[in-house]
Structures are given as C-alpha cells and as structure tokens.
C-alpha cells in the first residue's frame, strides 16, 4: 500500500514522463508541481516506489521511468475517476453512414481515421459481426449482359452490393423471384434450403445459380464480420522512439495476426478496457491498447482499439472513447 504523496508523486512522474520522454528527476517534479516537499523528500518517495517495481531507473540516468507497474497504477485511478463520469455520447457513426450513403466500409474507414487524428495514435475499428445483423432483403439486379448485382439490405438499414458474373439471359421478372427465394430461406437449414429450392425450379441451371449465390453471400458474411479498418499506422512508428525502435516489427506483427482480432472479440460490454505492454501479449513491450465498442444501435455493435506507445496520453484517450456511443 502506498500513501497518497507517494501516489501523487507518481502520477506526477508518469504525466511528466509521457510529456517529455526522459526519465524524471526530483528537480522536474519541483519545477513542473506545486509539490510542497523537499528535493531529498522527493527522492526517498522515488526510491521507495522503484523498490516496489512502480519505478524504474533507464540507463545512469538519474531519473526514473514508470514500469508496466507503475502506468498499470496510474490508468487504474483513471479508469474509476472515468467510471463516474457522465459524459455526453457522440454518434458520429450515424452521421457518417448517411455521408457515405450507407456503405459501412466506407464509414468505418473514416472513423478510424478521424479517431486517430483526435488521439493522436494508431487506432483499429472492427466491423460488426453481422451474425446480429440479421437480412432484411436481398435483391438480384442485372447491370449489363455479364454483370448482376446483389443489393442486401439488413434489419438495421444498412446496405450492401456484391457484384458477379453470370452469362445465363434470366430476365428481369425471374431475378426478382430468384431474390424473394433468397430472402425467404437463407436463413433455413441446408436441409430445408435444398427442398425448398427444387420445390422452387426444377431447372439445374437455376440451382446451381441461386447455390452460388448463397455460398458467395455466406463468404461475404464472413469476411466482412472479421474486417479491420487501421488509421494512422504510421503514427505508432512516430511514437516509439530509439529506446524502443526494436519493438516496431514484432508489435506490427501483432496487428495484422488473428492474435489482435481474439483480442478485441473479448469485448463484450462497452468498459474501457486497457492492456499494457506484456499484459497484451508476452512477446511485446512498449505499447498499450485502450479498447471499447461502438454502436450503430442497441444490437448492432463493433469494437475500437487505440494503440500508442506504453509512455501515451492515456486520460485524453480514455475521454474521447468515453464520449463514443
């Protein structure tokens, strides 16, 4: 258990430590705090929570760095002090569907961008899993004498094309059917799907078209429940400096691995949740990742991820998510 000074000095070293990027003496705290201590007071308090593993000496410097520890502690009273706060919910994601015309990928890629230009880091948002996103409608348009198009459309407005190649002369009146059997029974078991389609033609043309209309919907499904959209990568390479540029290429690896997808999947409620260096994975250092979801409604729901270095602005970050419905 450490004293309330004690704590204080702490945060003190970790926002000063963020801020500066260099190991923090007693003349920093001094200069940069209204701390109404002596430099030699100030020192015995550091020594004491370096032997506690909140603080760490770098090099011979004489100055010290929070640990894993120490910024474990310090997010910790963060995310109580959060855990109290109202906070007026912002739904940009609605605003930006409508902006891009309800295509979802286009909105999600503009959100992770304009996420990582408000916290200043690399940020991941994950697309819904559509497994609660359930099709409303599907509808087959004929775009030229090769193309088709699949409009689908679900439960909660959002749309969607697929765009195929097919050659077999289906007119217009016979697509619109072939869309209403779609509809009706993609849902239904392979057993029921594959009886209701030969009660619904008996052509073997017509099966295999509306059978590779399914497998590549459910393809489609699948891929689009496992889609990340990355914003600002190059500004997680900006924030690790020299002392840590080792770390770039095993922390890249993590993110484009299933590693970071398990993850995020483990949110299921809308805390904010954060993970600091090994408590991420054991083979990283040196970064975090705030994580929380998002909404598009009360059903439809993605997650977010903010990554930055270990030394990061974890307060405006921890804010920005809390506004975020």
């Known amino acids: 258990m450490i004293t309330n000074r004690q704590l204080s000095i702490l945060n003190a ?8 990027g260099q190991p923090i003496g007693s003349k920093t705290l001094i200069d940069r705090h209204n701390l109404n201590v002596s430099p030699a007071t100030i020192r015995n308090e550091m020594k ?7 603080l760490e000496k770098i090099h011979s410097s004489s ?12 997010v910790n009273q963060l995310l109580k002090q959060t855990s109290h706060q109202k906070q007026n919910k912002v ?38 899993n559509h497994k609660t ?20 459309i679900y439960n909660s407005g959002h749309v969607e094309h697929l765009h195929l190649s097919e050659s077999m002369e ?31 033609t008996n052509s073997m043309a017509e099966q295999s078209f509306i059978n590779e209309l399914t497998i590549m919907l459910t393809s489609h499904l699948h891929k689009q429940s496992n889609s990340i959209f990355m914003g600002g990568k190059v500004k997680l390479i900006d924030a690790l400096n020299e002392t840590n540029v080792s770390s770039i290429q095993p922390i890249l690896q993590y993110l484009e691995s299933e590693k970071i997808i398990e ?19 054991e083979g990283l250092s040196d970064i975090s990742i705030i994580t929380s979801q998002y909404h598009f409604d ?5 997650q977010i991820a903010v990554i930055g270095p270990t030394a990061m602005h974890y307060q405006n970050v921890i804010q920005l998510l809390n506004q975020i419905w």
Not at 63 to 74: D, I, V
Not at 112 to 128: C, N
Request: proline letters at 1%; zero cysteines.
């Open 133 to 152: 996103d359930i099709i409303n409608n599907v509808h087959l348009i004929r775009a030229n004498s090769s193309i088709i198009i699949m409009v689908i």
């Open 298 to 302: 009360d059903a439809l729901k993605g």
């Open 170 to 200: 289906f007119g217009d009146e016979r697509l619109t059917r072939i869309s209403n059997f779609l509809t009706d029974n993609y849902y239904k078991s392979q057993f029921d799907f594959n009886k209701k389609l030969k009660q619904f």
């Open 13 to 20: 070293i970790v926002e000063d430590y963020v801020d500066l």
């Open 91 to 128: 739904q940009r994601l609605n605003q930006l569907l409508i902006e891009n015309h309800y295509d979802i990928s286009s909105a999600l890629s503009y959100f992770a961008d304009e996420l990582s230009i408000k916290s200043q880091y690399a940020t991941l948002v994950v697309r819904p």
């Open 263 to 281: 993850l995020l999947e483990d949110i299921s409620t809308s805390e904010i949740n954060v993970k600091i260096g090994h408590e991420i994975d």
């Open 63 to 74: 100055g010290r760095a929070p640990s894993e520890q120490g910024f474990r502690l310090y």
């Open 48 to 54: 004491y929570l370096e032997e506690l593993n909140f």
